[in-house]
């Protein structure tokens, strides 16, 4: 039986990973070793249960009591905290989904890649954050990473049959987000609700903000970049207002391949799931005529600071990604916690980015765990100071 692990079972990339493996015939088909959550504990015991998972592991310590009880009888083994996640990390699995958001998911993902699992790999911010540690990480344990954000499952499935030499160019597609069509002055306004009224996806809070700031695409031209291995000028942006095309790569007789269908996770989860089988999913089917038409439209930069800034980043290299995730990550709890208005969190990344980047100058080095949770650590404390300083200043006034 096929062993796997779910980790951030109970976010939306976990719930659709959930619904997949129920579908598929859950405990009949495949053991499951770790199922992973946080808050929610009643959802987490519940699918645990489910799939007699080996072990349910909650984030939070104090939640551990209570998993307990929800998990008495059951046999199955209940722990808390990020040293018990990476453990069971550690554990055996033939595939292993990394759905935890935030830098939280990246020492999971490298504890399940040294194992030499398949890591269905849905955390970005552990590519953008140490994307060259991971690569090397798979390649020394032959470990696999197949992506699951949907744009870059779309360029992995167009580049399945082809030679990497032979591509020009990967067009990353952008819905462009909830605030796509306010005004640009308008948008130092715009509060945690408006910015969570996505157009066409439903996803977890935090990914969802990111995608009207577009420093959830920012990010995903760096994961790119790690995952394809194509240099920072062969990645495009292009604002598709329906995400009917999931992203293209152009080769270099001008012809582009292009990967379509409805938005909806399940199928990006389902072919890593599944790969290297394409198997039938609960998926939607793309009526194109009823579509009727698909538009296009350059990205405005003045518009999009955050795409400005991911190519910062990757010139900088070294630890700038460790930088760039982690400043975005406090600018994101700022506009969350209503420190910071919507249009101040690119200028907190930029600020903190542009210091590390003056500290440590450019480098090509790979650098090591340690380093990297250290430019992690260091980020967020400078970025918490800065957005302190900034909270009240004018929009776009920068510090
Ligand atoms: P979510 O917020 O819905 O779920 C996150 C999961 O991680 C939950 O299980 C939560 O309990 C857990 N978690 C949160 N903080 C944690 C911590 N510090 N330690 C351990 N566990 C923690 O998020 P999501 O939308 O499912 O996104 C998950 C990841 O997948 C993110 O990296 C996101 O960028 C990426 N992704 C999501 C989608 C999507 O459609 N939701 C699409 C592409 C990529
Ligand atoms: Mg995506």
């Known amino acids: 039986m096929r062993r796997i692990s779910v980790f951030g079972a109970t976010g939306s990339v976990g719930e659709s990973t959930f619904d997949l493996i129920r579908r598929a015939g859950g405990a009949q088909t495949y053991h499951t070793v770790a199922l992973t959550g946080g808050h929610n504990i009643a959802r987490l015991a519940e699918m645990a249960r489910e799939l007699r998972a080996e072990i ?3 984030a939070h310590e104090a939640h551990l009591p209570d998993l307990r009880a929800l998990l008495a009888g059951s046999g199955i083994e209940a722990a808390a905290g990020a040293e018990a996640i990476a453990e069971a990390a550690a554990r055996p699995a033939d595939w292993v ?16 890649l040294r194992q030499g699992t398949t890591l269905a790999l849905a955390n970005k911010e552990s590519l953008v954050t140490a994307g060259p540690l991971m690569m090397q990480t798979a390649e020394l344990h032959g470990a696999r990473i197949l992506p699951v954000d949907s744009e870059h499952s779309a360029i992995f ?3 399945m049959a082809e030679d990497m030499t032979r591509v020009d160019r990967i067009i990353l597609t952008a819905s462009g987000g909830a605030l796509r069509d306010w005004p640009l002055e308008a948008l130092q306004n715009a509060t945690v609700k408006d910015a969570l009224n996505h157009p066409n996806w439903s996803m977890g809070p935090r990914i969802t903000i990111d995608s009207a700031s577009m420093f959830n695409k920012a990010m995903e031209v760096i994961e790119a970049r790690e995952l394809f291995g194509v240099r920072p000028d062969q990645i495009e942006v292009i604002i598709h207002p329906e995400s009917i095309i999931h992203s293209m790569v152009g080769f270099c007789d001008g012809g582009i391949i292009a990967h379509m269908g409805v938005p909806d996770m399940r199928h990006p989860i389902g072919f890593a799931l599944n790969w290297p089988e394409r198997a039938p999913l609960p998926v939607a089917r793309l009526d194109l005529a009823k579509l009727a038409r698909m ?6 930069m003045a518009r999009y600071p955050a795409l400005r800034l991911a190519r910062e980043a990757m010139a900088a290299r070294g630890l700038a990604g460790a930088a760039f995730n982690a400043a975005k990550e406090i600018a994101l709890d700022c506009f969350i916690g209503g420190t910071l208005g919507f249009a101040q969190m690119s200028d907190l990344v930029e600020a903190s980015l542009a210091a590390v980047c003056t500290e440590f100058g450019p480098s090509d080095a790979v650098s090591g765990l340690d380093d990297v ?3 992690d650590e260091l980020t967020r404390g400078r970025s918490r100071d800065l957005a302190a300083k900034m909270a009240g200043n004018p929009v776009g006034a920068g510090l």
């Open 56 to 58: 349910a592991i909650t």
């Open 157 to 159: 499935q167009s580049l």
């Open 373 to 375: 949770l250290a430019m």
């Open 295 to 300: 538009s296009f439209a350059e990205p405005d």
């Open 97 to 112: 989904m990394s759905a935890i958001v935030g830098a939280a998911g990246l020492v999971p993902g490298l504890c399940a």
